[in-house]
């Protein structure tokens, strides 16, 4: 059960950040956030890279990543 009092949740930078993919995963009570990010104090530089995190139902952050294709940012993440 969600605890209404905690949202909303902000993540992002001082730039374009923006959500393709948004997903609610039941079996592991998970939410799940996708999309791409200019922000260098999000993304780890300032061209665009895909991220995707997962906060539980209490709003607590499980994990985050952002995604790379050998040496080379993958620049979106589209959809779940």
Not at 52 to 57: I, S
Request: aromatic share 18%; glycine share 10%.
């Amino acid at each position: 059960m969600c605890e209404q009092n905690i949202w909303p949740i902000f993540t992002g930078g001082s730039s374009n950040d923006v959500v393709n993919c948004f997903l609610i995963d039941d079996v592991n009570k998970l939410m799940i956030v996708g999309g791409n990010s200019s922000s260098d104090d999000f993304a780890p530089a300032l061209n665009e890279h895909g991220y995707l995190y997962a906060l539980d139902y209490e709003g607590n952050f499980r994990w985050g990543y952002f995604y790379y294709n050998v040496s080379y940012a993958i620049s979106d993440v589209s959809g779940c």
